[in-house]
């Protein structure tokens, strides 16, 4: 896709295998007891959440309740830019409180965006227990944060960039890495 | 983001971008106001100063709600029984405060051009919560916004503005952002309260309020102030709220989905009649929500950003 | 005292000459005025080669602000800011503090300016006690003591009946009644003109109709009366339309300019800076056009400053509340010769006439010439010196100008006073 691309690392079935898995270790950790939740944070964040909710419906027969959260306003960086990140909408249209919150998002990295996204859903309840699913994972943490399901592990050097590209968003499934 | 000014002085300078800018921060920001805890660090450290030469209980609180759901310390001064009694100018209170070191300094007063003089001497952002009749910006902002979240869009509406234009700096922000959005807007008013040469601000002028309204999608009805009968602006205001009043005789023959707006407090009986005050046509409720929603997305651009 | 001044170009409008001259003085007079002069040996000479040689500029309308307001001009100061703008003359308004309405401050000015006025000083004197607008000052008095025409200006005498008696008492001594047209009512509230601009600003104006309505008035007021009219500071193209008509119906009436209502619009307000604030207000392009065309053809017959110093804290701060006015000694001229001459508006000896010939005539006052036996009041130009405005550099005590960083080509060289120089 683009000139920089410098190699893939999924494509369309890899990704979903990904999910199916995701969606398998979710379900088999909650044991049929928990009431689980997902939260994906924006924009792709979301667009995986719904996906790995249309699988545990497939796999339990009940769909999870899916909800979207940005996080801009709880970014530890802001101030330092030039100008203010866009301000997306949260939507959370359910109740958090005593319940299992799985937060998705597509690529782990530093860990501060998850860091920001556990903040704000504190703010917006106190969940039971916040666990966090992503689809790469391609390391270089600065916060001590880890993940509970991961797609795919990718180490990186600090100069790529990985893209995640969603049939919803950019027309096709697949997950490159980028050098700047 | 099309923003990236240090101030917010008012709506004639600003592009529609940056008009788009504040309204979509704010759709974004309003369901902070939903939540059990009304609050987000966004603004944690920063520290907003209303500075209110007029008395404002409303448009104050509202800067302050907002200024503390984003976390900021907000400091009220109000220039009655404070150092501006004493004499002290505008200028010298202004770099009084900006040597406590605040982010973003409110200022409503009613000199027009008094905030514009204040961004030139303040290092900090600065928000005109209104000047003189000149402008009042965020009563503009979240007007529009109120009209885009009813009807769903901005540009091709038709909006009458009924009242004592010559005096109304929420008219002439009114005027400013809705004409960059595309909305063509007509006033209406005795002549006496229409300002010279008015048609060249970009308007229609029309001085029979049912030809004013009948086709208008949104209605804004505009605060009569009694001192007008003094200054031989009109004979009384008896007479001005049988003439320019909204009754709902005279709503019945407008369109069945147009709006009414004002922008408060309300003289019941003069303005608008207690029944459409009250009536489901009415969004003025809906008017102070998104106040507090656009403040908390302006001072969300200010206070953030060491932009422009 | 003998001094030569070599080799001008001497425009003298009252002589109708323009060409290259030498100007002898001597004992503070005109000598004779001719090429090739030969004073006696030892005659101080300034070679004033490539530059112009005039009679010495009278400004009709100057805010001297002593006694009462020293802190923004003193008549030491405001002399020194005349005589560096190029004037050798001013005349004085009557709005001191104690007003100008008796002898005694009359007598006050003339021993001022007698020990610390380095140009002459002619005080003007109030029409009304206090500029109250109830009843006459005692202006038998104050002519006998000096005065050389009568104006409330700052204020306007809004009593028609009283404002017709003052005409009619002032009519023995001579002398004009100036008046500063704006009706109060009209004009009540309003901190600039309005108009389109004051719409979008939101700033409460005042209509050219408070000029107009007054210039009217006091047009026919002069015409049952006989006096001499002067109308101050006129401004608007509606004003000018009424002088204009009242000349040409042969009433005794006469009209000044400033040079801020020649060359600023009202657009400027938009900075909201209140060194553009002054009554009356700038106006609209069209009003300036009629102003310069009226100037030109001489139905306005001079430029006068209208220089009103103010303190800083008068003037910093909320457009509304500024005070109203403009330093202008040391501006106008350069301004005038870069803005109207170099661009061929106004010829030389016309702008000449309007600063120094029509002055004179208007009030009476000697000067205003350069024939034999006229007093050596001498202004000196250098068309070629170029020029930025610095309020710092004024030798005004006040700063308060619209003009700051303007830059231009053309401005005073050299000013005398009874032969004597006075600048640089």
Known sequence: ?180 | MAWKRKDLLGMQELEAAEITDVLDTAASMKEIATREIKKVPTLRGKTVVNLFYESSTRTRTSFEIAGKWLSADVINFSASGSSAEKGESLLDTARNIEAMSPDVVVVRHKASGAPALLARHLRCGVVNAGDGAHEHPTQALLDLLTIREKKGHLEGLNVTIVGDVTHSRVARSDIFGMRKMGITVTVAGPPTLIPAQCQELGVKVSHRLEEAIAHADVIMMLRLQHERMEGGFIPSIREYSRVWGLSLAKLERCRPDVLIMHPGPVNRGVELAPEVADSPYSVILDQVTNGVAVRMAVLYLLAGSKGA | MSLLIRNGRVVDPAAGSDAVQDVWIAEGRIHKVGKALRPPAGTETVDASGKVVCPGFIDIHTHLREPGFEYTETIASGTRAAAAGGFTAVACMANTFPANDNRAVTDYILARARVEGVVRVYPIGAVTRNLEGKQLAEMAEQAEAGCVAFSDDGKCVMNAALYRRAMEYALPFGVPVISHAEDCHLGHGGAMNEGFVSTELGLSGQPAAAEEVMVARDIILAELTGAHLHIAHISTSGAVRLLRDAKARGVRVTAEVTPHHLLLTDELVRSYDPNCKMAPPLRTKRDVEACLEALVDGTIDCVATDHAPHALSEKEGEFAEAANGVVGLETAVPLLLDRLVRPGVVDLPTLVSRLSTAPARLLNLPGGSLAAGASADITILDLEQPWTVDPAAFRSRSRNTPFTGFTGTGAPWMTLVGGVKVTP
């Not at chain 1, 909650?30 to 979301?46: F, Q």
């Not at chain 1, 109740?95 to 860091?115: A, C, E, H, N, S």
């Not at chain 1, 916040?130 to 001590?144: F, M, Q, S, T, Y």
């Open chain 1, 1 to 180: 896709m683009s000139s920089r691309e410098k190699a893939q690392v999924l494509d369309e079935t890899g990704l979903d295998r990904a999910l199916t898995r995701i969606a398998h270790e979710i379900v088999e950790q909650a044991g049929g007891g928990e009431d689980i939740v997902l939260v994906g944070i924006k924009t792709r964040g979301v667009t995986l959440a719904e996906r790995i909710a249309a699988k545990i419906t497939a796999i339990e027969s009940t769909k999870p309740s899916v909800g979207a959260l940005d996080i801009t306003l709880y970014r530890d960086d802001l101030g330092l830019k030039a100008e203010q990140p866009v301000v997306r909408s949260t939507e959370i249209n359910f109740p958090i409180k005593g319940r299992t919150v799985v937060l998705v998002d597509d690529v782990l990295f530093t860990g501060r965006t998850i860091r920001a996204a556990m903040d704000a859903l504190m703010d917006l309840g106190r969940p039971r227990i916040i666990r966090l699913a992503v689809l790469v994972d391609r390391g270089h943490r600065e916060l001590p944060i880890r993940p509970d399901y991961i797609g795919k592990n990718l180490p990186t050097s600090r100069r790529e960039t990985v893209a995640v590209l969603l049939r919803e968003h950019d027309g096709v499934d697949r997950v490159v890495i980028q050098e700047e």
